[in-house]
């Protein structure tokens, strides 16, 4: 929500609270991407046939709600993440009695190209989603012609821009955020395993740079390209030599898990970090040679709720990705307080100084339309993990 100075954040819903009483009448619930009217006949005191109305194409005429999309896979390989995001926006209207937005979901899965198209012609002021980089990628010139906002789930920096708000998880800002913890506590040098790839070379160069800015010094690095053999290369490479004080695995729990034995037979006594890739990993805690390594996150408390709240309901666990669904209401709730139905969405609105709260905490877009997000540290103990520096309530002016 947005405030100036700190989020706080008191209990689940303590971010809705303080929005300004939200909004609104009843529940709102997902709609088909296309409907049509049903038809009335004439009344009984006519004679013959009723002659039914002409059949609307498109969504129904709507002066009083706000129309937004919701472009995420409801069919293919990514369908059950596409249907955790949509079922968790319908949580946030029902939690927050939005009827003021009309949600219509498109399926990315049958071609995103089809997706945004709908969405535009259907009159929707805002598109949430996509999931992917690709598809944030498709839909931007589209939207953009069209004057749509997109809020995409991808955690893809390079998505981000011209209208386009990132919303993901990125791996620069858990590298940050951990440079800096470790910084704190008299760490200055560094070493690094990075895999091959998009990702491994944008957290390569997340570590150079939060070095750089933090103070200390880079003094080892390698890559490996997830073949058999190749990370334990790797490691050989890296040695204990150079002396480094900390070690990041720019990896999932399973690549870590397989790294950090190795690296204790080798010799290497340095704290071992993580990225934001470990936050779902729970098997990591069973691993003795992971034991005391530190990552941030966003913080799970919220989520943990969430999850109680869409088993109860559907059925079913969540994906961890449907908070950023769940979200994306919660931060257009409060801005249709100052939108009016039929009008563009207020898009200088999203980069709001102040920030916003959520269920994966506070967050803010930037100039360039990444998502800022307050992430706490973790470490990883025998059972579990533990909170050992909490994320920030909000930020400073």
Not at 115 to 129: M, R
Not at 338 to 363: C, E, M, N, Q, Y
Request: charged letters at 15%.
């Amino acid at each position: 929500m947005a405030e100036t100075g700190a989020l706080r954040q008191a209990n689940y819903f303590e971010a809705l609270r303080r929005a300004g009483r939200l909004l609104v009448l009843a529940t709102g619930l997902l709609l088909a991407a296309c409907q049509t009217m049903v038809p009335r006949g004439k009344g009984p005191e006519t004679a013959g046939p009723a002659t039914p109305a002409p059949v609307q194409q498109g969504l129904p005429s709507d002066t009083e709600r706000h129309r937004i999309a919701l472009l995420v896979p409801m069919s293919g390989s990514n369908a059950g993440v596409g249907q955790s995001i949509a079922n968790a926006t319908t949580l946030a209207l029902l939690d927050t009695k939005a009827t003021t937005l009309r949600i219509t979901t498109y399926d990315t899965g049958r071609g995103i190209a089809a997706a945004v198209n709908s969405a535009i012609a259907d009159g929707n002021k805002l598109i949430l989603g996509p999931l992917t980089a690709d598809e944030a990628l498709a839909v931007a010139a589209p939207a953009r012609k069209a004057g749509v906002p997109v809020i995409s789930f991808s955690n893809d920096s390079g998505a981000a821009g011209n209208g386009v708000f990132i919303m993901g998880y990125t791996p620069a800002q858990s590298v940050d955020r951990i440079v800096h913890y470790a910084r704190n506590r008299g760490m200055s040098k560094f070493a690094a395993l990075v895999p091959s790839g998009v990702y491994g070379e944008r957290t390569g160069n997340a570590l150079l740079a939060a070095v750089r800015e933090h103070g200390g010094a880079v003094v080892a690095m390698q890559n490996y390209d997830r073949t058999a053999g190749s990370l334990t290369a790797a490691i050989k490479k890296l040695g204990p030599a150079s002396g480094y004080e900390a070690v990041l695995i720019a990896d999932g729990g399973r690549v870590a898990m397989q790294a950090a034995p190795l690296l204790r037979k080798g010799g290497v006594t340095a704290r071992l970090l993580g990225t934001e890739l470990w936050n779902t990993e729970s098997t990591l805690s069973a691993s003795p040679a992971m034991q005391g390594a530190w990552f941030a996150s966003v913080s799970d408390a919220y989520y943990r709720q969430l999850a109680t709240k869409y088993r109860a309901r559907f059925n079913a666990a969540p994906y961890r990705l449907a908070a950023m669904g769940y979200d994306a209401v919660l931060l257009t709730v409060w801005i249709t307080q100052d939108w009016r139905p039929g009008s563009a969405f207020p898009v200088s609105r999203l980069t709001d100084k102040g920030g916003f709260a959520g269920i994966d905490g506070a967050f803010r877009f930037n100039s360039n339309g990444q998502a800022e997000r307050a992430l706490e540290v973790q470490q990883i103990e025998v059972g579990g993990f533990t909170v050992i520096d909490a994320a920030p309530r909000g930020f400073g002016e």
